[in-house]
């Protein structure tokens, strides 16, 4: 695990999101919600809410995937893309 991630994981476990289950996977962050949790909202949402986040890291950004999954749904997140992230097509 990288001391990015590291940092991430520590951030949106001490954001208290009761019944989330956080864990680094590879070089990846695995979020796992409540059943009931709308991934709609969240995906929605997502951006602003990294930004605000983001502003208590103070290590250089690296590229980080986010997989959200909820039982039923699931969507993923590159903060940070990379090229091949963004040419891809």
């Known amino acids: 695990m990288n001391a990015y991630q590291q940092k991430w994981i520590e951030v949106l476990t001490a954001a208290g999101l009761k ?11 695995h979020i796992e919600m409540p059943h009931v949790t709308d991934l709609k909202l969240i995906r929605d949402n997502l951006p602003q809410t990294l930004a605000a986040i983001s502003l208590d890291i103070s290590l250089p950004k690296e590229r980080l995937k986010f997989h959200f999954h909820n039982g039923y749904e699931n969507f993923e997140y590159v903060l940070n893309p990379g090229d091949a992230d963004l040419n891809q097509g």
Do not use: A
């Not at 019944?19 to 962050?29: A, L, M, N, Q």
């Open 19 to 29: 019944d989330w289950k956080i864990e680094p996977v590879g070089e990846d962050i």
